[in-house]
């Protein structure tokens, strides 16, 4: 087990020490002090934390902290509006002392479960100070006392203000503790929490106002009741997902494994095709769709006999009728998975042609489906730029300048000008090399002429346009 950093430890010790400080006037508050209240919502915190842990209600959401987390955020379940109505409730002290309860019985991940633990609880008790500290500073003189909507504004900005130390203190501990680049520490939690806490923030307010009011406490407990039902529907959202993802994983890896020329091609193909779609404009609920169309396109090469897939020789007319059946394969393997939709039709038609001289179909223009022609793009966009064990890759501008010479015959037009207005916008970093890199000082085969042979057939990366 790695050692957690002295920067690190030396971090979340002064964080501690500072909640503690933070803690400290509660000796001074006397018995006038709500301490019942502080008690009652500390009971309920660490209530809320052990039911968040239940097997029916746990969901895939890591926690804060843990090596893959985003920074700073507290577990995105019910528990959070009870801390934010004590920072509502009670005096900054008292709220800080609510926080605990519920942080100490929060799971911790390896490694340094005890120092992931205290810092924890030290980050936000301090949220829910400075939170509370907001709150009195430019709420009504008399909580208790005021109407709902008057209490709106400094409620939003205590929650703004809980947010924003939890983001804080999360990034510098990932920096310290993670290695994380300081330049992106604290880019995850800045785009995830804000809206989070916002809801949370008025959760809490809801909370407060019926713990006061004729009712009392236990119509508070209400509030978290649709509260929970909505975490735990997004839990099963969570875990629905990540079953897709392992399911998808676990075709990219034997296809890989299978075809080791290409490995990594997938993913690429699966972020080009995205890079498409974002241009043109395609609806968020599609893009994870037309991912994992770009990522399974290859798929069907389970179906071709590896004997074809490694030969380095010339292929034959029957071996190049075999590879030409990788798409009907891929289609028949995917078939019965449901959540692919749309995928489905662009891990089949991905080699046709808008002029109609393609495969499996010889479909022409628009009878292509949408995303197959994006991923048509994307796939012959990473296999000109990727290394591959027969020749370099091509530099970005040569191949989208080949991609274009090819626009109107092989590819859609409009999905090869989208793909380079995304590329001038964003560039094109590939994070993954193809395993065929590792053999690209190889000279090209015998009588090749340095020209790609026909292995780009056989790894259904490299279309016309590459060759």
Known sequence: MRELPVAARVYIGCAALVAALCAAPTVRLGAAAPWTDALALGVLHGLCERIRRCPLTQGPVRHAAGPDAPPGTFPQGWATPVVLAGTFLLPAPLAV???????????????WPAARRLWHTAELALAAWAAAQVFRAVGPAAPAAAPFPELLPPALAAAAAFCGVLTVLGGGVLALAERHPLRTAWRGPAARL?????????????????WHSVYGPPAALLVLLPVHLSCWAFAQYQRER???????????????????????HSERVGRA??????????????LEVLRFAGILHDVGKLGVPTRVLRKEGPLTPEERRIIELHPEYGHEIVRGIGFLGEARAAILHHHERVDGSGYPYGLMGHQIPECARMVA?????DAMTSTRSYRR????????AELRRCAGTQFDPRMVRALAA???????????VTAGEERA???????????????????????????
């Open 97 to 111: 002392l609510v926080a605990v309860p519920g942080a100490l019985l929060a799971p911790a991940a390896r490694p």
């Open 194 to 210: 804000p809206v989070t806490h916002l809801v949370h923030g008025l959760t809490g307010l809801m909370m407060a106002v019926l």
């Open 242 to 264: 990540a079953a897709h993802q392992a399911t998808v994983r676990a075709l990219v890896q034997a296809v890989d494994i299978k075809d080791r020329y290409t490995r990594g």
């Open 273 to 286: 095709s995205v890079l498409i779609a974002r241009e043109l404009g395609m609806a968020e609920d599609r």
């Open 377 to 381: 793009v994307a796939d012959a966009f």
């Open 393 to 400: 890759a091509r530099p970005v501008p040569v191949a989208v």
């Open 422 to 432: 995304a590329l001038d916008k964003h560039g094109w970093r590939p994070e993954q």
């Open 441 to 467: 000082a190889d000279p090209a085969p015998a009588g090749s002429g340095g020209v790609p042979p026909v292995r780009a057939h056989r790894s259904g990366a490299d279309h016309g346009a590459a060759r």
